[in-house]
């Protein structure tokens, strides 16, 4: 395989040289004149996506171009920019990621056989063969994430029914994941999707710092396949930059700028939300004893006015739509890590109860767990599995009793039985510019998301419902 670097036309590099450019002008000009108002700031990143604008802030000030998010730190042409690119969210999306083949005849360097073919080690010698290599980052953005089964786990993996046929051992699981967005991270609670890079249970103030730094080494020893470490300075240089980044949409094409009158989309806002690990959780684990507010998103709470032109109407749907994931019943049973758990001390679930999207979805204004709390929503079930992907038959070792998964999740780290199938719940700030959603990319667009919801726990949304949390949805 040839290793020269590609050089890959980013669209982080264009719209970077953009403000650049418009930095050094303002620069000059900033000495003797004001700054325009309607100047772009050098910090803020703005580009176009499905349903308006996204925008990242960069509260540091300038993007730096020379922090090592952005240079080749392993040996096989891939930065963290790779596959974290900012207009797609500091995702990547398929739209994308199939434009790169088309124009590096899959010799970009994000198609490497690590990680980013179906199978380890797959034979990409021809185009024709990077073309069925790499199908599932080109068809849903997924990169696959092999991890062995722990030496003390509770369970084996019996067999495998693999759409690829790998003939990997069964020692270990080939698992197909989206690259959750590497921003907006002073908010997270969990890092990865079964928070393998996670902070301890404790609140403090440095922990995710600790564990992001952890995160980039493995990243670049992994992903970029570096045969050497970090320095400490390198990985507290990206974590620096990734920790200064908030995004989120800014424009909506139909309700116009998300943070005017009264609202407060965009980035800037969002850079102001407080949080603190369990800052709204619904079971008893908040540090600060606050009850949990079903309210949490009040980001559009301004904009629910009746009104008769087309915007109106638009910031009217947005709102209704924040409304509806604040307060819509959801008959909440099954969920493995909620249901029947207890929390903190007298605080047990109950098996069946009334919830909303933000029993989960509760960090205020954000979206996230508050807590770390993997959760098993049945996006894993074999009823819902899909062709592109592969079964799992996990056997407990004590009981005999089987179940099949199309990723086993959370117990790939833990071992534990209780935790096949558990994920975190993410962020949901700038989804409009990275579909397809969930881990496995499983949900082409927003109304899939509601679809999977709508059938797993029977909520009955009408068309109207759905139209106003798909504007909302849209708009964060
Ligand atoms: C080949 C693609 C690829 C490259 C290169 C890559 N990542 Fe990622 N990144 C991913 C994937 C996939 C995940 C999610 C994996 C999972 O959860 O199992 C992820 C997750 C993350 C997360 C976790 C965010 C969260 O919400 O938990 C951060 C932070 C991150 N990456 C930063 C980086 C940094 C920093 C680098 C460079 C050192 C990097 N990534 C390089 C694909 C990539
Ligand atoms: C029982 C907990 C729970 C409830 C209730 C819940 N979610 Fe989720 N949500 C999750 C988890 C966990 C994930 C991540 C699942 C995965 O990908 O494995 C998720 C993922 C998502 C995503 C995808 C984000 C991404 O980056 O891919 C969206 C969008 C979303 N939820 C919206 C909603 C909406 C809208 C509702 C209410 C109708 C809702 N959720 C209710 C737990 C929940």
Redesign the pocket.
Known sequence: MRTQTHNQPTPFRAAITVFAAVAIVAAVVVSSHPLRADAPEPSVVVTPDATGQLRTLNVNGEFDLSNPFFQELGTNGRTCNSCHQPDQGWTITPAVVQQRFADSKGLDPIFRNNDGSNCENADISTLGKRRRAFSLLMTRGLIRIGIDVPPDAEFVIDSVDDPYKCEAPLSGASMYR?PLPSTNLGFLSAVM?DGRESPPPTPSNNTILTNLAQQADDATTGHAQSTGHLTSQQAGEIVAFETGLFTAQARDDMAGRLSADGAHGGPAALSRQPFFMGINDPVGLNPAGTPFDPAAFTVFAAWDRQGHDEQARARQSIARGEQL?NT?P?T?SG?AG?NGQTFAIGVTVPASFS?T?T???DTPNVGNHSVKAP?N?G?TDPSRRTPDMPLYTLRNLSTGETVQTTDPGRAMITGKWADVGK????I?RG?AARAP???NGSAAT?ED??DF?DTRFN?GFTDQEKAN?IAF?SAL
């Open positions: 989206r999707w994931f819509k959801i909440l969920v909620l919830g999207c029993i989960c979805h959760l929503i996006l994920f975190k719940g993410p949901l989804l959603y969930f881990h927003l998301v509601l919801y909520i949390l949805l």
